[in-house]
């Protein structure tokens, strides 16, 4: 249900682009995701779109990352700019519905690995 793309190795202070595709149903009725898992650390939250367009961003990446979403591809991107060494993980898409029925509440896509070195 969801495709993550555009990970890879970065420098610091260089930047990526991680899109996310969905299907249109989920792209449209969902709040998108993206997540990240560092080695050793819990999952946590980088970044969310809401079906209307409103977006949120953790502190730890407000004013360097953007969520944005493109309407005619179904796709969420996630663009990251001035990266930093703690940047580096896992990052993973995810579409969150409460009001859809149990077992097509949430989808996560397999993840893809951010790494930032010099």
């Known amino acids: 249900q969801l495709v993550e793309s555009g990970g890879g190795l970065a420098q610091p202070g260089g930047s990526l682009r991680l899109s996310c595709a969905a299907s249109?149903?989920?792209?449209?009725?969902?709040?998108i995701n993206w997540y990240r898992q560092a080695p050793g650390k819990q999952r946590e939250l980088v970044a969310r779109?809401?079906?209307?367009?409103?977006?949120y961003h953790a502190d730890s990446v407000k004013g360097r990352f953007t969520i944005s979403k493109a309407n005619a591809e179904n796709t969420v991107h996630l663009q990251m700019n001035s990266l930093k060494l703690e940047d580096t993980a896992v990052y993973y898409c995810?579409?969150?519905?409460?009001?859809?029925?149990?077992?097509?509440?949430?989808?996560w896509g397999r993840g893809t690995q951010v790494t930032v070195s010099s």
């Open positions: 779109v809401l079906p209307g367009g409103s977006t």
């Open positions: 995810n579409a969150h519905n409460p009001a859809a029925s149990r077992d097509q509440r949430e989808y």
């Open positions: 249109r149903s989920i792209f449209s009725s969902y709040s």
